[in-house]
């Protein structure tokens, strides 16, 4: 064997191996299939809505179903998209004078797809309700039904077909909207990593 055919070869092994893997039969773009996450994670208090300095691991069920708007698609199959999103918010509060915080939420997904159709960045924003075990302390929840809305911004990588890690950072605000007086808020600012399932 010449020493350029050899070099052609091995140059054609190590492309092999640094591709990445070709995605099973199934052609559907991963943005179009339904997707659950489990995602949890750590988060601080920020502002100055109560002086008590909470501390929350927020842990998040959700749903994402299939895009239902594509923005803008190119050439090379880099796609940004919106997907409807459901989660259940499961939160502890390890912090503060409440302990848990159990609600539900909603929001789209904008969703950057790179053309390897493997990797996302994805931002949400939205909001919805949810109770806690209020305690009547001052800076404390004023009462046991609170609103909710939150921010989240992150990346999501697909490790195998259908199995994806996701991360990013997380706002979250609980508040009672105006239902008690006072009303002290929460404002929590941390990070989030999870797994996905596509199907």
Not at 7 to 32: N, Y
Not at 105 to 121: G, K, M, N, V
């Amino acid at each position: 064997m010449s020493p350029s055919a050899a070099i052609f070869l091995a140059s054609c092994g190590l492309l092999a191996l640094s591709s990445p893997p070709a995605r099973a039969a199934d052609p559907r773009h991963p943005a179009d299939a339904w997707e659950l996450t489990l995602e949890s994670g750590y988060s601080w208090n920020v502002g100055s809505n109560t002086p008590i300095d909470y501390e929350i691991v927020p842990t998040q069920l959700t749903l994402r179903m299939p895009a239902n708007l594509v923005w803008w698609e190119d050439e090379h199959g880099a796609r940004l998209v919106v997907r409807p999103r459901f989660s259940l918010m499961m939160e502890t509060i390890t912090v503060g004078p409440e302990s848990y915080y159990l609600g539900v939420s909603a929001s789209p997904s904008i969703e950057y797809w790179f053309p390897d159709a493997r990797t996302s960045a994805f931002f949400c924003i939205g909001g919805g309700i949810g109770l806690t075990d209020s305690a009547g302390i001052p800076g404390g929840q004023g009462q046991d039904f609170t609103l909710n809305w939150f921010a989240n911004l992150g990346l999501r990588r697909e490790l195998a077909d259908n199995l994806s890690l996701l991360g990013g950072a997380y706002f979250v605000h609980h508040s009672n909207g105006g239902q008690t007086k006072p009303n002290p808020g929460i404002d929590a600012l941390g990070f989030t990593v999870g797994l996905g399932w596509s199907f």
